[in-house]
């Protein structure tokens, strides 16, 4: 069984560029979850989908961030101007769904971002 | 909101000892508290759960316990080996599954 997929797995840009990260979460997986995990620290919930529906994002910069599921499978994640304090990886994570009672969350590889 | 704390941040144990790693939990309504293994590089890797209605599990060297009343979870490593090093997360989950993560602990098992 193939894991959660994520691209690219390291980026580089300056602050005020922009950038976007996909990820392609396991075959099955409704939900869908964007963590932003800081060096040192444990992974943040930053937007979690349901399908092609949100399901939470109250912990998402809605100011510079913002994220798409359209069709319920891959999602794309975008910072839209970045500040240095955006340097994180980036973790896509899936689940089957919340109404299957099964939580456990598969996490993808994660894309570091470094804003210069 | 939920608040996981974690402790401690390091661990240095010799191989073949035992590693124990704390976390507390803040919202009663919590019902899923998994353990996460992240290697350098690497995404979290879940490696052992355990639900609410639940006081321990065991699953070979790593076995996990719960105390409801207290709010906090444990996990135990037995007989360490080198390949044990890692950074290890505690979370909980609440409702819609949305999980909180401990800080980490940075284990490191010495040959």
């Known amino acids: 069984e193939a894991g959660v997929a994520q691209s690219p797995r390291y980026k580089i840009i300056e602050k005020r560029q922009s950038v976007a990260f996909w990820c392609n979460p396991i075959s099955g997986h409704a939900t869908l979850y964007w963590y932003q995990q800081i060096l040192g620290q444990g992974p943040k919930l930053l937007i979690q989908?349901?399908?092609?529906?949100?399901?939470?994002d109250s912990q998402l910069p809605k100011d510079r961030f913002s994220a798409e599921r359209l069709k319920g499978v891959d999602s794309t994640l975008k910072i839209q101007p970045a500040k240095l304090e955006d340097s994180a990886v980036y973790l896509c994570?899936?689940?089957?769904?919340?109404?299957?009672?099964?939580?456990?969350?598969?996490f993808g590889p994660g894309t570091r971002l470094t804003v210069l | 909101g939920e608040n996981v704390e974690q402790h401690p941040s390091t661990l240095s144990v010799q191989e073949g000892d035992s590693a124990v790693i704390k976390c507390t939990y803040s919202?009663?309504?919590?019902?899923?508290f998994p353990w996460y293994k992240q290697e350098l590089g690497k995404g979290p890797q879940l490696i052992i759960d355990?639900?609410?209605?639940?006081g321990e599990k065991k699953d070979q060297r790593i076995a996990v316990t719960l105390n409801k009343t207290a709010k906090h979870f444990s996990l135990h490593i037995t007989e360490t080996q080198p390949e044990d090093s890692a950074v290890y997360f505690c979370a909980a989950a609440f409702e819609n599954n949305d999980m909180r993560f401990g800080a980490g602990t940075r284990l490191t098992v010495k040959p």
């Open positions: 919202d009663s309504a919590s019902n899923y």
């Open positions: 989908f349901q399908n092609n529906g949100v399901v939470d």
């Open positions: 355990i639900r609410s209605n639940v």
């Open positions: 994570a899936s689940s089957l769904s919340l109404a299957s009672g099964n939580n456990e969350q598969f």
